[in-house]
């Protein structure tokens, strides 16, 4: 049997028993331990199992640290993907643009571009772009106030989103499968997402590599929903092409 069809065989007892040792996938698939550890280290890359000592078990959600805990993880693709977005924003666009440690990292190209309209919920966000003195003209949403994250939040948040029509949703996300879609750790901040994706023409999500070996609890949209991906050069391949093979382009 290939890896390509043993592997999603392994993926699926452990779904099932929520957590096998080496020994036993092995036993099952009468191959060596070590080709079992080499599957389940792929598997694991690519966020369907997590690994434990001696075998392996169903991946947990994953439960977002602080703000500044997640400022500095992944700090370096986190800016590659912020310049990188330039080149998909154009002049004059309308833009909506949530709270986030990735999206933050954009601040200072999408306040390079000219006549640019930003419909934020992130009050860091806003101060940054506006410190860098643009033209850029920045709606701010008003809510339930969020130190941690320095966000507004809420039915309110929700309900002004509704006055306003977007070219782009510019996200970033807790968790991307290409399976399953984009997650997040946060109900309020799923809901907020899920607004401004409905009522934007399209959809760009920032995510580090990081973002794709993991669950989060609040479905945020379909990987179809997803026109433009932007990573970083740690992204694998398998992944790429997964998210090829639904449409949605990837740019690294």
């Known amino acids: ?46 966020g ?32 590659a993907i912020g ?16 709270t986030g440690s990735t999206t ?14 930003i419909i934020t919920n992130s009050c860091r966000l806003a101060e940054r772009v506006a410190r860098a003195g643009t033209d850029v003209a920045i709606h701010l949403l008003g809510g339930r106030y969020g130190a941690d994250n320095a966000q507004t939040t809420g039915v309110s948040v929700v309900e002004q989103l509704q006055a306003f029509r ?7 996300v807790a968790a991307l499968d290409p399976a399953l879609g984009a997650m997040d750790a946060s109900l309020d901040e799923a809901q907020i997402a899920r607004a401004m994706i409905r009522n934007a023409r399209t959809l760009t999500l920032l995510a580090d590599a990081t973002k794709f070996a993991r669950h989060a609890a609040y479905a945020v949209c379909a990987t179809e929903d997803i026109d433009l991906v932007v990573s970083d050069g740690k992204l694998d391949k398998a992944h790429r092409a997964a998210l090829a093979g639904k449409g949605v382009d990837v740019w690294t």
Not at 106 to 117: G, K
């Open 83 to 98: 310049r990188r977005l330039a080149g998909a924003v154009e002049p004059g666009e309308t833009v909506f643009v949530d």
């Open 104 to 117: 933050l990292a954009a601040a200072e190209t999408l306040a390079a571009v000219p006549s640019l309209t």
């Open 48 to 79: 369907r199992v997590q690994k434990i000592h001696g075998g392996a078990r169903r991946p947990r959600l994953f439960h977002e640290p602080s703000y500044d805990e997640r400022e500095i993880t992944a700090a370096e693709a986190k800016a």
């Open 1 to 46: 049997m290939k890896p390509y069809e043993r592997q999603p065989r392994i993926e699926a007892i452990i779904q099932q028993e929520g957590e096998v040792s080496v020994e036993t996938l092995a036993a099952r698939f009468d191959v060596s331990s070590e080709t079992i550890r080499r599957d389940l280290g792929l598997l694991a890359e690519r």
């Open 166 to 172: 977007a070219d782009r949703a510019i996200l970033t």
